[in-house]
Nanobody, 117 residues
């Protein structure tokens, strides 16, 4: 079982930055593909950014050029640097760890990001 703990959420003004962190309990953190998802009120959860075990990244179009996902395998932590935040980025952000083909799929409890206009 892998436990994920998000931190760094909060209230920020439009245009401001925020950095989310997700600390994992997994002893073999480096084998997991990691992702940040978000869910806004009344909307479905969506993938925001992902980083594979090999370091490849991908982003949803709405955050490209503003958000950066990174990982530190030594610290067992994945980050989401969010810049130029917009009110539509307001959501609960969830961390996910996945190892495809092994039935491993874990979620954190989420951290709330609120962007004021």
């Amino acid at each position: 079982q892998v436990q994920l703990a998000e931190s760094g959420g909060g209230l920020v003004q439009t245009g401001g930055p925020l950095r989310l962190s997700c600390a994992a309990s997994a002893s073999m953190f480096s084998i997991f593909d990691m992702g940040w998802y978000r869910q806004a009120p009344g909307k479905q959860r969506e993938l925001v950014a992902a980083i594979t075990s090999g370091g490849s990244t991908n982003y949803v179009d709405s955050v490209k050029g503003r958000f950066t996902i990174s990982r530190d395998n030594a610290k067992k932590t994945v980050y989401l640097q969010m810049n130029s935040l917009k009110p539509e980025d307001t959501a609960v952000y969830y961390c996910n760890a996945k190892k495809r083909g092994f039935g491993m799929d874990y979620w954190g409890k989420g951290t709330l990001v609120t962007v004021s206009s």
